[in-house]
């Protein structure tokens, strides 16, 4: 047996999967849209297959993050593909501490590069989704407003860095970046980090992707610092 060749077995994909395949398709074509699909009875005719092949399917939807499954409501589009990471944080790095520590490790990683490739790329659309960002972050009125538009704004440049991956991987950390900005918010004023963030918005509006990337930087560190960490703790 030693001396023969094995050729690789292709499998063809069940049922289920290809239900899986071609509802995970048309989810996509509009992420971030949330929206109901149709009752199960019409959607199981509509792809010719039974109710219990496609109730499976949409169960392995929702534990993938497109799907949400409402007893009595039916079921929701949503856009949560990061739910399977952030749902075992707490057991991964279970001291909240260490856990700030390393998601600012890993911001620091990829969010320069991401505020870097938005100043290269960011289209007209993406741009005016970012200026509107800050102006919510302007606008904002109590700590839970700051807090949602500082998460749009730092998510609107990853969108327009054009990294789907990098996108997804910061989406996973959605939790805990929401729990590390409520926390740092206490530690500082508004103003600065109106500031700082106008000055990551501008570099990127101009075009100067290095300086972007700088700005970024230096606003993560600050905020960090706002935690009780130091530049040593994030960036090394």
Do not use: W
Request: net charge neutral; hydrophobic share 40%.
């Amino acid at each position: 047996m030693t001396g023969a060749s094995f050729e690789y077995i292709l499998r063809s994909p069940t049922l289920v999967e290809k239900v899986c395949q071609q509802l995970a398709a048309m989810l996509r074509v509009d992420p971030g849209h949330e929206a109901k699909l149709p009752a199960e009875r019409e959607l199981a005719v509509k792809l010719g297959v039974s109710r219990n092949v496609l109730r499976e399917a949409t169960k392995r939807l929702e534990l993938q993050g497109l799907l949400e499954i409402r007893q009595g409501q039916g079921t929701r589009v949503v856009d949560r593909l990061h739910k399977p990471i952030s749902a075992s944080l707490e057991l991964l790095v279970p001291k909240e501490k260490e856990r700030m520590r390393q998601l600012f490790q890993v911001r620091y990683m990829i969010e320069p590069h991401n505020a870097q490739r938005a100043a290269q790329h960011a289209t007209r659309s993406q741009m005016k989704r970012i200026e509107a960002a800050h102006d919510c972050l302007l606008a904002a009125s109590n700590a839970e407003a700051l807090v949602v538009a500082d998460m749009e704004f730092h998510r609107a440049i990853a969108d327009a860095s054009g990294n789907q991956i990098a996108r997804l991987l910061l989406e996973s950390l959605a939790e805990l970046r929401e729990a590390s900005h409520a926390k740092g918010y206490r530690g500082r004023t508004s103003d600065r980090t109106e500031d700082e963030h106008l000055v990551i918005l501008t570099a990127i509006r101009d075009r100067q992707s290095e300086a972007a990337r700088r700005a970024m930087e230096k606003h993560l560190l600050r905020a960090s610092e706002d935690l009780g960490f130091s530049a040593q703790d994030i960036s090394e």
